[in-house]
């Protein structure tokens, strides 16, 4: 195991051994934290953590489609702020110097323990708004469909701004709130919202096979119908279909995404302007948003 780069700043509280890892944990506090959707992402990736090597490359790619190579160097020290089951840590670890993971729920286990084999990413417990590391820390920060599931996304936001370096950047992903969709697939969105609202709060086990069925008698579906327009040359047209993203996918990628979806207690969505506002309020500049899915994903650059 290599010895990382980046000292902690915070009292460490315990060391858990998983495999040749040490998940190092710190005090979490109750900053701006909602502890219901912590434990339910703990839960959910710990049940789905097993990506083949494929569906963590090609997923990763649609994410880092914007970030220039020249961004990701073999010196270049990264945070994942809320690695989940450390996909995008194992994504990102061939391409750069050092990856410090940090996640608040227990998924930081099943992360450490998928990861075992790499001897350049460190993993954390700790939360996001009160990082063990020292400020303006990283040349890159990378944070994927997490800061939408906190009370106060941009107090979240501001905290990751002060890991930067200066002319650091960061790589978002944060739920959009359907600004280029039509009036159809916004109001098939709120329904799917209605149910989400009710199955979320549901014991574990009978939420997980709600969001299984879900998976089955919508997704599929849905994504059987995508396929279908674009198998008779109606190719943009498909693409106008609810839940088109999934075309392609693996069935462990959709049911782990039903799951995301609708067993998650804490969900907020963002506009892209919303999204550009709240970047320029927290230091950054050259703000570049992904023109493909998932949306929204963003690069920018600290000032």
């Not at 915070?10 to 040490?22: A, P, R």
């Not at 410090?100 to 001897?119: C, G, M, R, T, V």
């Not at 009160?130 to 400020?135: G, T, Y």
Request: with cysteine.
């Amino acid at each position: 195991m290599k010895e990382s780069p980046i000292s902690y700043s915070s009292n460490i509280l315990n060391t858990t051994q998983v495999g040749n890892k040490s998940v190092v944990e710190f005090d979490l506090g109750e900053l701006n934290r909602d502890d219901k959707t912590v434990e339910s992402f703990g839960e959910e990736w710990l049940k789905f953590n097993r990506f083949t090597e494929e569906e963590i490359n090609s997923i990763g790619d649609e994410y880092f489609d914007i970030v220039p190579k020249e961004l990701l160097q073999p010196s270049t020290v990264a945070l994942d702020a809320g690695c989940g089951s450390g996909r995008w840590s194992r994504y990102l670890a061939p391409k750069v110097g050092w990856v410090e993971a940090i996640d608040p729920s227990k998924a930081i286990y099943a992360a450490a323990s998928q990861n075992n084999d790499l001897d350049n990413i460190r993993f954390s417990k700790a939360d996001i708004n009160d990082l063990p590391f020292n400020d303006e820390s990283f040349d890159f920060v990378f944070s994927l469909g997490v800061l939408h599931h906190i009370p106060d996304t941009e107090m979240a936001l501001s905290a990751l701004s002060r890991q930067l370096k200066s002319g650091g950047h960061l790589l978002l992903y944060l739920y959009y709130s359907l600004d280029n969709r039509g009036i159809l697939y916004r109001s098939i969105f709120q329904l799917s919202n209605l149910i989400r609202f009710i199955i979320c709060r549901m014991p574990g086990p009978i939420k997980r096979l709600l969001c299984d069925l879900i998976a089955i008698v919508l997704y599929l579906p849905f994504v059987a119908l995508s396929a279908l327009l674009r198998s008779i040359g109606l190719k943009s047209l498909s693409k106008k279909i609810p839940l088109h993203y999934y075309l392609g996918k693996s069935w462990f990628v959709i049911r782990n995404d039903a799951l995301d979806r609708f067993g998650t207690p804490l969900e907020q969505r963002f506009s892209r302007l919303e999204i550009e506002s709240m970047l320029k309020r927290n230091g950054f500049e050259n703000i570049v948003f992904s023109p493909n899915m998932p949306y929204w994903h963003v690069l920018a650059k600290k000032k």
